[in-house]
């Protein structure tokens, strides 16, 4: 718990003020809602009951808060993934500003290779009821 109080102390886009959109910035949606296959979620997808994870993008071009001197508060992007109660494969979706995805943080202790770096389309196995924290590598 003391590394993932450290990750949101560190990085602003987990720290927003304002709620999150889908609006497009710079690039990319503040907001993306993947599903495993690495694409982005439709309508219909958010009553498939065989959908088993759900990623998350915040895109950190689209970061545009300001901190409390009107500075503009930078980010990296970063995905986070949400596993269910059932093991399923998680295709890793293309970060818009970057060629890779680092796991930065996880709820699996046991992980052999916690903060290793995997390519765009690569396919994750998750076992159930965890919780994967991805910074896009440019």
């Given amino acids: 718990v003391r590394d993932l109080i450290a990750l949101r102390k560190a990085h602003p886009i987990f720290r927003r003020r304002s709620f999150l959109t889908g609006t497009r910035r710079n690039g990319c949606k503040d907001v993306s809602w993947i599903k495993p296959t690495g694409s982005e979620m439709r309508g219909a997808d958010w009553h498939n009951s065989k959908i088993y994870a759900l990623g998350m993008i915040l895109c ?60 765009v389309g690569e396919r994750l196995r998750l076992d159930p009821y965890q919780l994967s924290v991805f910074k896009a590598i440019v």
């Fill in 60 to 119: 950190g071009s689209a970061f545009t808060e300001v901190d409390r001197r009107g500075l503009p508060r930078r980010d990296d992007t970063y995905l986070i993934l949400l596993h269910s109660h059932k093991r399923c494969y998680f295709k890793l979706p293309p970060p818009s500003d970057a060629t890779a995805w680092e796991r930065v943080w996880n709820t699996e202790p046991s992980l052999k290779d916690p903060m290793r770096r995997y390519q």
